[in-house]
């Protein structure tokens, strides 16, 4: 009898473990709430009759395309390489006519904003393979963009690495107004993160000017607990100090060794700035 049950332990653990690592899981950057507004990022988004990548195309949607999340489909998940989103239904306009159908979570924005009269989107919009600079061999990068749309315009746009999936847990996108650098009329702020220690969160500066979008230098941080730590990030020119033409990169490295002590290191340089692009000093 103790074998039998033993047996019969082992199988169900087995096919737990199995069903475990068929499972799919959805990444939280492309978690929506429901009856709230969303805008489509990827252009040529499929509107779909089922909330699956078999079911018949009923339409399609631009970029900018605001669309109503109606409900989310919890149990149905779609990974695309490292970006996995579920499945929601929608509603949106097209003219005079309402319609409804699924999209797929991971074609929506992850943040939008407006202004000046133009809306910026934030998204994801693929994965590739990229050289490892640690090992020798490829890994995974998801590649994430903004886009600065007037209406279904596009006007310029630019793109930046994101890490894996597991980078993918919450992200944010902000404007902020108060650099005072010459020609910049505003800065976006794109973040993406993960939860767990040991993940690092990517940061990533845009400055907007002349309708032109300027990527800087991608920030990074992570750290494990109280073990150890790597921050990096921009000091730039506030109302105080008037119109600028530099902006400082610094960072900060702590590791405890054997004994417990924290050894730290800082560095910087500054990056200057010339109305329209940036060059180390």
Same mark, same amino acid.
């Given at each position: 009898m103790k074998s039998l049950l033993t047996v019969l332990c082992l199988l169900f653990l087995q096919l737990f473990s199995a069903q475990e690592e068929n499972m799919i899981y959805a990444d939280g950057?492309?978690?929506?709430?429901?009856?709230?507004?969303? @805008?489509?990022?990827?252009?040529?988004?499929?509107?779909?009759?089922?909330?699956?990548?078999?079911?018949?195309? %009923?339409?399609?949607?631009? %970029? !900018?395309?605001?669309?109503?999340?109606?409900?989310?489909?919890?149990?149905a998940v779609l990974r695309l390489g490292e970006r996995g989103a579920n499945w929601y239904k929608v509603s949106y306009q097209k003219g005079d006519a309402i319609s409804e159908g699924?999209?797929?979570?991971? !074609?929506?924005?992850?943040?939008?904003? !407006?202004?000046?009269?133009y809306d910026f989107l934030f998204g994801l919009s693929k994965t590739v393979d990229r050289k490892s600079k640690e090992?020798?061999?490829?890994?995974?990068?998801?590649?994430? $963009?903004?886009?600065?749309?007037?209406?279904?315009?596009?006007?310029?746009?630019?793109?930046?690495d994101t890490g894996r999936g597991e980078e993918l847990s919450y992200g944010t996108f902000t404007i902020e107004s108060g650099h005072k650098l010459q020609n910049v009329e505003l800065t976006l702020k794109a973040i993406v993160s993960g939860e767990a220690c040991g993940i690092a969160s990517y940061s990533q500066y845009v400055f907007?000017? !002349?309708?032109?979008?300027?990527?800087?230098?991608?920030?990074?941080n992570? $750290?494990?607990?109280?073990?150890?730590?790597h921050t990096e990030e921009f000091v730039f020119p506030n109302d105080k100090g008037g119109i600028s033409n530099?902006?400082?990169? @610094? %960072?900060?490295?702590?590791?405890?060794?054997?004994?417990?002590?924290?050894?730290?290191?800082?560095?910087?340089?500054?990056y200057l700035w010339n109305g329209s692009s940036y060059q180390l000093k």
């Open positions: 950057v492309f978690s929506f709430e429901e009856n709230k507004p969303q @805008k489509v990022f990827t252009d040529w988004t499929r509107v779909r009759k089922e909330p699956n990548v078999k079911s018949q195309v %009923t339409d399609s949607l631009q %970029t !900018n395309q605001q669309v109503m999340i109606l409900k989310k489909e919890e149990e699924y999209i797929w979570g991971g !074609n929506l924005c992850v943040g939008f904003r !407006n202004k000046n009269g090992y020798n061999g490829v890994e995974k990068q998801n590649i994430a $963009g903004i886009k600065m749309m007037e209406g279904n315009t596009l006007i310029d746009e630019v793109y930046f907007f000017r !002349n309708k032109k979008l300027v990527a800087l230098p991608q920030l990074t992570v $750290g494990d607990a109280d073990v150890y730590y530099a902006f400082i990169f @610094k %960072t900060e490295e702590m590791e405890k060794d054997d004994n417990d002590r924290e050894k730290k290191k800082h560095s910087s340089k500054t």
